[in-house]
């Protein structure tokens, strides 16, 4: 979830520019484009099947053009100083206030799109103070997912409150084996992986250095204390996470639903799924919803983006959406079509549950998340190496505020 972040002002003069003098290049009129982050082989290609289904039934054709995840805001800022964007942009949550707040994106409300069914977290997910601009189709969170065998053979219960977390990855610890992985990396892993512990203990991003925050860290630090947690956490992205566990370097991990097709291609590990462990019991275990919405870009030729208005309504059909999400093993964001997805894939029921209470990173700050982002990181890299959790957040609030 590594993101590289774009300047609001830089932003906003290429994308006001691109609206302005409206669209600069000849298009096909049958011919639509949607570009995502779909690099990966088999996201490439369900999403190429979704978009031809849509085609059809919307008699054009859609093309695909996937670049990296780090790579889409810049490209699209690009394409938008050349008055070359494309009909549809599927953008990480996270990054679309910023093309949003720059008027870059059509309100998808007056292109017909409703958000009936569709939880308020999961609306809020895609829009910008108060306007819906990015429609998802799919959502994810974090879980606490377990070795099965390692804690039956210890004889340790799955934790789900902060102080048996703390136990039993101490009990868990031993012979080169870490009782927990997590990512702590100063990239946007690390924050997506803190969130659960500071939102579920009731801190807030707009104040970094408020007590609930700084407890939240310290129990991170504790766990690296206590042993439990590998040194290099500081480091790990999610992936690394995942390969640890899968490696039995850890028994216990942070981790999201895509990494649940690489799991389940070792059927000698019997892993479960929980909910991530609160401070207290009864504490709702609030984590971050994660994935990506998709756009409209604002080009000034109002008949094309009526259109790509209907396309974005295909793919984020309900049908469509159970479908992408029993592929990807994502939670759909159609509450009808999740609650479908519960009785195909019950071993992921918990993560359902966390989804219902998660909430976007940028619903209280839009763009100027990535300022937050940016500073949490820094305290991290601090904390977990020596520094007080106190310091390092008292110097995350004073970036976060001063945006340096």
Request: a negative charge.
């Amino acid at each position: 979830m590594s993101k590289r972040f774009t300047s609001l002002a830089t932003a906003s003069v290429l994308v006001a520019g691109a609206a302005l003098a409206g669209c600069g290049q000849q298009r096909d009129a049958d011919v639509y484009t949607v570009m995502n982050s779909s690099t990966d082989e088999s996201y490439h290609r369900w999403d190429a099947e979704a978009m031809a289904r849509c085609g059809e039934r919307l008699g054009v054709t859609i093309e695909q053009q996937s670049v990296p995840a780090a790579q889409v805001m810049t490209k699209a800022l690009r394409m938008a100083s050349s008055k070359s964007l494309p009909d549809i942009v599927q953008f990480d949550a996270s990054e679309m206030p910023t093309f949003a707040e720059a008027g870059g994106l059509v309100d998808l409300g007056t292109l017909g799109l409703s958000t009936d069914g569709i939880p308020e977290g999961i609306v809020e997910f895609g829009s910008y103070e108060g306007t819906y601009y990015g429609a998802a189709r799919s959502v994810n969170t974090l879980a606490l997912f377990y070795d099965k065998d390692v804690l039956d053979e210890a004889g340790v219960r799955v934790p789900t409150t902060w102080a048996q977390l703390r136990e039993a990855a101490k009990q868990l610890t031993r012979d080169g084996r870490y009782g927990l992985a997590l990512s702590a990396g100063g990239a946007e892993d690390g924050v997506f992986q803190f969130m659960p512990f500071m939102w579920s203990n009731g801190g807030d991003e707009t104040d970094l250095d408020g007590p609930k925050v700084v407890e939240a860290l310290d129990y991170w630090k504790g766990l690296l204390t206590d042993g439990s947690l590998s040194k290099s956490t500081v480091s790990w992205t999610q992936a690394d996470v995942n390969d640890q566990f899968m490696a039995g370097n850890a028994a216990m991990m942070i981790n999201g639903p895509w990494q649940v097709e690489t799991l389940n291609g070792d059927e000698s590990l019997h892993w479960g799924l929980a909910p991530i462990p609160v401070p207290r019991a009864g504490d709702d275990s609030v984590g971050p919803l994660g994935g990506a919405v998709l756009t409209v870009p604002n080009t000034g030729d109002e008949e094309r983006e009526r259109t790509a208005g209907r396309i974005v309504a295909c793919l984020s059909s309900e049908k469509e959406q159970l479908t992408y999400a029993l592929n990807s093993w994502m939670v759909p964001a159609n509450a009808r079509a999740a609650a479908a997805w519960r009785e195909r894939v019950p071993e992921l029921d918990s993560l359902a549950d966390q989804v219902a209470v998660a909430r976007s990173r940028t619903a209280q700050l839009g763009a100027g998340w990535s300022s937050v982002s940016l500073a949490l990181q820094s305290a991290f890299q601090s904390a977990l190496t020596g520094q007080s959790g106190e310091s390092a957040l008292k110097r995350a609030q004073q970036r976060a505020t001063s945006g340096n």
